[in-house]
């Protein structure tokens, strides 16, 4: 359960890293396509289930997880890709204590087009070109078991 059989299909995710030398680096990969629906996610009052299993979704997950463990790697002072931007801790209206480095360039791959809210492809009633931020999203129909997450 939960792979994809021989007539379904997932979509992967990923993020790289490329350095000044074109050097990449895998750093985050995530799949999935599903997320629960609106009735599960409230049913879920402890908190113990993945609300949004979306690829684009688990990648963002484990690339925070990676930028996590490379602030670790940073502050004791081994290589690390953050770099210190300045002294102190982080205060609102400030740049941020830690930053990526310059010379690094963050690319995401994903194996199909992103749904809802982080869709960009325009409808044929649209202007081309247009963005779809203003569209009404397909679960606002009211159903209780279209996805929590849009």
Request: with cysteine.
């Amino acid at each position: 359960k939960g792979k994809p059989t021989e007539h379904e299909w997932t979509v992967l995710a990923g993020i790289v890293l490329r350095d000044a030398c074109d050097g990449l680096r895998v750093v985050a990969v995530g799949t999935g396509t599903k997320c629960l629906t609106a009735s599960a996610a409230a049913r879920d009052t402890a908190g113990w289930r993945v609300h949004d299993g979306h690829a684009e979704v688990t990648t963002r997950r484990a690339f925070r997880l990676f930028l996590c463990r490379e602030l670790e790697r940073a502050q004791a002072g081994e290589p690390s890709c953050l770099r210190r931007t300045r002294e102190g801790p982080a205060q609102v209206g400030r740049e941020p204590p830690w930053a990526l480095d310059h010379s690094l360039r963050v690319y995401l791959y994903s194996s199909a087009c992103p749904c809802g809210d982080a869709c960009t492809v325009a409808t044929s009633s649209a202007a081309p070109g247009a963005l779809l931020r203003d569209a009404p999203s397909l679960a606002e129909d009211g159903s209780e078991d279209q996805p929590a997450c849009k």
